[in-house]
């Protein structure tokens, strides 16, 4: 119990090394190689350097509505934004990088889930704050080519209810996915871009192994993005799709219209002509005036559904 009250506790605090070593903070006796993770309640019960302390500003996750870096002179803060997905909210971390110390303030609690699978990487040479960064990073998006795949197979289910034309609810899912789509796509875009500008602004920081990792990051931002904006070229495709489907279906209706309006016509004209009861007509008074207007429609009707039947329109 001792145990688990003890990670329960402490485990938000760290010392950064090759391995990622949890401590108490009482523990902390010199800020150096710290991080440390807390919701924006509990930075005012913690002992934090005022330089680790974000704005207050960036506490209220109302105002998080992207990924930015803002580069200061002693000190580096960064807001990521992560879009919604299908049974998960959105999440919102803020960091500060000061001193070769890192906190991350978390209400979503998404940043200790990617600090978790950073301490279940393989070790490697990362001694610093920058190299955990680049891990949190990597950690942020490690699962995000799971989640466009589940995007590409809902996008093949659309496909798939328009192909069997059963597009009743085809508008709204599409409208929704495209709409993830979209800020994802944005999401990726910052995302790589707050990369570039963290390179940028840390490039006395970087040594040979530090610096090929965050080419890798940022080639798989790239391709996220790449295969984001894949997706939405097939979602328009799609869109295309059920627009013809539906185009044609309407095309059908016309088309139904039209041949029974011409069927009917002939016939509307006999009647127009036999209504008028002109004194001198000369089939006003036969007896055989009525049933011979009948067969003549009759014969009309016939012969214009055999025509359209042989030109095959019907």
Known sequence: TVGLRYEEEYIMYYHIAETL???RP???EIWEKIAVI???EEIKDHKLPAMLIPPESMLCAGN???CRLMVEQNRILGEIYEPARPHQQE?????T???NNLLFVDADGEAAKCMERVRNMRPHHADGAYDLLMDFFLALIMDDLFHIQNMEERISG????VLDNQTDKFIRQMSRLRKELNQHNRYYAQMNDMVATLQENSTDLLD???SGRLQYILRRLNRLQEETQMLREYASQVSSEYQAQVDLGQNRIMKLLTIVTTIFMPLSLIAGWYGMNFVNMPELHWVYGYPAVVVLSALIVGGCIYYFKKKRYL
């Open 21 to 23: 070593k949890p401590i």
């Open 26 to 28: 009482e523990d902390v």
């Open 38 to 40: 807390l919701n924006p």
């Open 64 to 66: 998080i509505k992207g």
């Open 91 to 95: 999440k919102r971390i803020v960091f």
């Open 97 to 99: 990088w000061w001193n």
């Open 158 to 161: 659309l496909e798939q209810m």
């Open 208 to 210: 040979e192994c530090s």
